[in-house]
């Protein structure tokens, strides 16, 4: 199949996760979503993000962001593997994994999405099947992929960056904005080009024209 890109539907599928089973599309239901896969259970990175996107729950519930993992292995490995990711999570800030984890030891979802790594022959399980790479996605509720991010395996996933995109976009699908570079929650944004001067000074009474005639920044609303 074609990789998988931005503005793509999000594949629909089945699957058994550690919160019951679920049709991904139902589940998501009007929400956002992140889906985030693993390339297996007990791994150390890996262990240190789920127990921060455990900690910041209410952070992607107040964005209404539902979260799910993935990884290659079975539900009773992923229900031991919670349990060592809230004891070792402890030791920074309560931590209980309440999200899903999908089991897909045959890696049929982790095809389906192009997360498996065929290219590196040397990243194999023992059963010689490759390892899934450590993808993000972000899903809007029409299901449409909004960003994607690959992980290197030794380098742990910045989940402030990820909530950050989600401010710039879900603020972008509301108004006639942009955001700028290292933009924050709260800074000035920029106003969007198909925004006319005239409209802009309706819709933007605080905004800013530059010299720069295409750049026009504006308070963010709320």
């Known amino acids: 199949m074609s990789s998988l890109r931005l503005g793509s539907i999000a594949p629909n599928f089945d699957a058994?996760?550690?919160?019951?089973?679920i049709k991904f599309h139902d589940?998501?239901?009007?929400?956002w979503a992140?889906?985030?896969?693993?390339?297996?259970?007990?791994t150390p990175v890996c262990t240190t993000e789920l127990g921060e996107v455990a900690r910041r729950a209410d952070d992607f519930a107040k964005r209404n962001v539902k979260v799910i993992g993935i990884s290659a292995?079975?539900?009773?490995?992923?229900?031991?593997?919670?349990?060592?990711?809230n004891e070792f999570g402890a030791k920074v800030g309560?931590?209980?994994?309440?999200?899903?984890?999908?089991?897909?030891?045959d890696r049929k979802i982790s095809t389906l999405y192009d997360m498996l790594d065929e290219q590196d022959a040397t990243n194999r399980d023992a059963k010689g099947l490759p390892f899934t790479i450590r993808t993000v996605f972000v899903i809007?509720?029409?299901?449409?992929?909004?960003?994607?991010?690959a992980y290197p395996a030794a380098t742990g996933r910045n989940f402030d960056e990820i909530l950050r995109v989600i401010d710039s976009l879900q603020l972008g699908d509301k108004y006639k904005v942009t955001t700028p570079v290292n933009w924050k929650q709260g800074e000035d944004v920029?106003?969007?080009?198909?925004?006319?001067?005239?409209?802009?000074?309706?819709?933007?009474?605080?905004?800013?024209?530059?010299?720069?005639?295409?750049?026009?920044?504006?308070?963010?609303?709320?």
Do not use: M
Not at 34 to 42: A, N, R, T, V
Not at 77 to 84: E, I, T, Y
């Open 27 to 31: 589940w998501i239901g009007d929400s």
């Open 190 to 222: 920029i106003v969007h080009p198909s925004v006319s001067n005239d409209e802009a000074k309706v819709l933007f009474p605080e905004v800013t024209f530059h010299k720069q005639s295409y750049l026009r920044t504006a308070p963010a609303p709320v």
């Open 34 to 42: 992140i889906l985030f896969s693993h390339p297996g259970d007990f």
């Open 73 to 85: 292995n079975g539900l009773q490995d992923h229900h031991k593997w919670v349990q060592d990711i």
């Open 16 to 21: 058994e996760t550690t919160e019951g089973p």
């Open 140 to 149: 809007d509720p029409k299901k449409v992929i909004r960003l994607t991010i």
């Open 94 to 105: 309560p931590t209980n994994v309440k999200f899903p984890i999908i089991a897909d030891e």
